[in-house]
C-alpha cells in the first residue's frame, strides 16, 4: 500500500500569518478527518474549502481553513488535503505531529514531487525543473525552470524523438518485412536530412544550454592584478559596500573575499584576490596561490591594471597568463603613465575615486557571454548538467552515424547508434531511469514539496 505522507510546505521557522501543512496519499482525508472538527469534510465534493478547528482530544489546537482535493486531479495524483493554519513553530509543528500520530508518515524532501513523477503527473525533466523554480534568485532563472516546468524543454525533446522513432521502425520494416515495397525504403540519401535537422537542433540546444547554466548559476568572476591596483576598491564599488579593507599599504588582502550581484537578471559572483608579487611572507604567498587558481576556475577574469602607472613585470606576467579577460584600467581620475597594453582583451576605463567605468564593465560582461536582451531571449534551456551530459551523448552518437553514412555503413547498423541517441534523450526527460537516479534527484528537494 502506498505510503500516505505529511509535511510543513511552508518555511516555518520563525512566525508568519499562515503555514501550510500538507498531506497524501490513501488515507489522506481518513487522517484529516480525525482530527478536524468540521464533520461534513470528509464526504465532501473534490476541490473544496472547508473552515473549522483542528482538535486533539477536544481541545482546540488552531482554528484553520482545509483543502480537500481527492485523486487523480491532484498534485501527487493521489488524494490530497491542504491545512491552511496560523504561522508560528509551535502550532504548525503540533499539527504535523497530530496528522503523524493518526497514521501518516513523514514526507522525506520532494516526496510529494516525487510521488508526482511515479504516478505520472509529471516527468523526469519537468520534476527537476520544479526544485530550480522553487531555487531561481532572478526572473531569467524562474522563466528558464518554468520553460522546462510547462513541458516546452520536454516537447522539443520529445519531437527529436518522434523523428528518430519513426527512422528507426522504418529501417526495423525494411528489414524484417523486405517484401513490403510500398514502405519507403531508408537509404543513405533520405537518412541524411533527417539526421542533420536532429543533430544541429541538438548543438543549438548544448550550446544555448551553456548559457543557460550561466543564468542559473551566475557568472564567476574573478578580480586580479598587482598590488595596489585597486581590486578591493573595486569590489567594494562592485557591490555597494565596504566589504574587503581598502588601504594604501600593498597587501592588503590576503584571502578571497566573494560577493554577488544581480545585473539584468544574471548574478555575477566577483571574487577580489590578493595582489600578485613576489612576497616572501608566507600568509600572502598562499593568498597568491589562491589568486592564480581562481583565475583558472572562473568564468572571466578581470585584470586591474592602475593606469597612472607604468606597466610593470607582474602586471605583464598576469597578462600572459589569462585565457579570457577583460582589462580594467583603474585610477582614471589620475594622469596617465600607462602605455602599450600587449593584450587582445576589450579595455574599460575607470575610478574607483569617482565610481566610473562600473556600468561599461558589467554591460562588457553581459555581451561577452551573449546574455543581452535576455528578456526577448526564448531560454528553452536544459537547465542543469546531467541534461547536458545526455544531450552530448546523443548528439555525439548521431554525429558518429552521419559519418558512418557517408561510408556506406548499412543502415541496419547506423540504427544501433541512432537507438543510442534515442535512449539518451529518453532519459533526459525520464521516459527510461533508474532508481538511484531517481533517488538522487529527488533528495536535492526542500521539504513539503
Ligand atoms: N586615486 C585613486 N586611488 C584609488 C583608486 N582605486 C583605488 N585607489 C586607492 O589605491 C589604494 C589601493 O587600493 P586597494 O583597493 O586596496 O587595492 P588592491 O588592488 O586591492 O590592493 P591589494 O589588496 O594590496 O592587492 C587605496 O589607497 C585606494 O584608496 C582610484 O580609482 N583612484
Ligand atoms: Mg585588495
Redesign the pocket.
Known sequence: MERTIASISTNHLGAHAINIVRISGPEAIEIVSKIFSNSSFKKAASHTIHYGYIKENNQIIDEVLVLLMRAPKTYTKEDMVEIDCHGGYVVTNKILELLLTNGASLAEPGEFTKKAFLNGRINLMEAESVSDFLEAQTESQSKMALNGLTGKTTELISSLREKMVSLLSNIEVNIDYPEYTDELQITKENITPVLTEINDTLKKIIVESQNGQLIKNGIKIALV????????????ALLEEEK???????????DVIEGSIAYQGIVFHFF??????ESTDLVEQIGIEKSKKLMSEADITVI?L?Q?EPLEKEDLEILSTVKEGIIFL?????EKRIENIPSNFPIIK?????KTGLEELKAKIIEIFGLKDLAELDLTYLSNARQIALAKEAQESIEHVLKENEKNIPVDILAIDIKSAWENLGKMIGEFYEDELVENIFSRFCLGK
Open positions: 592584478g598587482k598590488t595596489n591596483v585597486g581590486k578591493s576598491s573595486l569590489l567594494n574587503a579593507i581598502v588601504t594604501d599599504r600593498k597587501g592588503t588582502t590576503r577580489d584576490t590578493a595582489g600578485i608579487r586591474v592602475n597612472s583603474n585610477k582614471a581620475d589620475l575607470g575610478s574607483m575615486k569617482d
